[in-house]
């Protein structure tokens, strides 16, 4: 089977999880309109574009949104990244889901231009309240955190911005809503290229106390199945309570002017 074919098969059978008398038909309805919209475009690691919205349509899956958000989430980049208008999604599918879709691209194309906390906390305030429906600042916090997870490729600049503006306005948000697996995974994946030493000390730290635990529990770290990483979900770790902190690590990292596009 045709591997995009078969990532789309996997989100259907996700939403169906938790929506059994889905209408399969207008979720494959909005993955081929997405599919054909975005033809010959590439992410910056060389996959077809058609990967990212299939992806962030999965976490909106994960989260259990209804089924006009799993839909927009397909289709969230076709107004701004393609000849997609608002009126044509409207009807193709329905008004909500050209609006979620719409919000989402504003959103996107928000100016961030500073990074002092008090304009910062403004910010994420104005984010929370421009969004008439709660539905479009979910799908954008999905949004983010793939291409969080695929900011390996992107320039160091770009990675650096990303990850400051994911740390100060996104993260904050994703706690606001109560989504703390992905907020936990947003500062982890940010801290990442904005603290790249410190990253990987207390990733080291972490990895060298955590096989001392295996050890004396006579377990072999080959035993153990993989997770997300040593520092994924760095902030509620029991280990991390007591790892010291890198002096250049207990300041605010800085960076340059922020641009709110993806």
């Known amino acids: 089977m045709d591997p995009i074919l078969e990532r789309y098969h ?15 038909k207008v979720l494959f309805d909005a993955f081929t309109y997405a599919d054909t919209a975005h033809h010959g475009q590439l992410r910056k690691s060389g ?9 962030v349509a999965e976490i909106v899956a ?11 989430a397909l289709l969230h980049d076709c107004i701004e990244d393609t000849a997609s208008t608002h009126e044509e999604i409207a009807k193709r599918f329905n008004p909500t889901v050209a609006e979620l879709v719409e919000g989402v691209t504003k ?4 100016q961030f231009v500073t990074k002092e906390e008090e304009q910062m ?10 969004s008439r429906d709660i ?17 390996e490729y992107q320039s160091p600049r770009k990675q650096r911005e990303k990850s400051l503006e994911t740390m100060e306005i996104y993260a904050p948000i994703a706690h606001r809503l109560g989504m703390q697996k992905i907020k936990w995974e947003l500062e982890d994946l940010a801290l990442r290229y904005l603290d790249p030493v410190g990253y990987k000390e207390i990733e080291e730290e972490l990895t060298e106390r955590s096989s001392g635990v295996l050890q004396r529990a006579g377990l072999h770290p080959r035993h153990v199945q993989a997770g997300a990483g040593p520092v994924q979900g760095l902030h509620r770790h029991p280990q991390a309570q007591h790892v010291p902190v890198p002096p250049h690590h207990r300041h605010r990292p800085g960076g340059h002017p922020l641009r709110g596009t993806d």
């Open 107 to 110: 959103l996107t194309k928000m």
């Open 10 to 24: 996997s989100l259907e059978k996700k939403v169906l999880s938790y929506t059994p008398n889905l209408d399969t």
């Open 121 to 130: 906390e403004n910010l994420r305030k104005m984010l929370m309240a421009m």
């Open 47 to 55: 996959e077809p574009y058609i990967i990212h919205p299939i992806a």
């Open 62 to 72: 994960d989260l259990e949104l209804d089924i006009d958000s799993v839909v927009a």
């Open 135 to 151: 539905r479009v600042i979910l799908i954008k916090v999905c949004d983010r955190l793939h291409n969080m997870r695929t900011m």
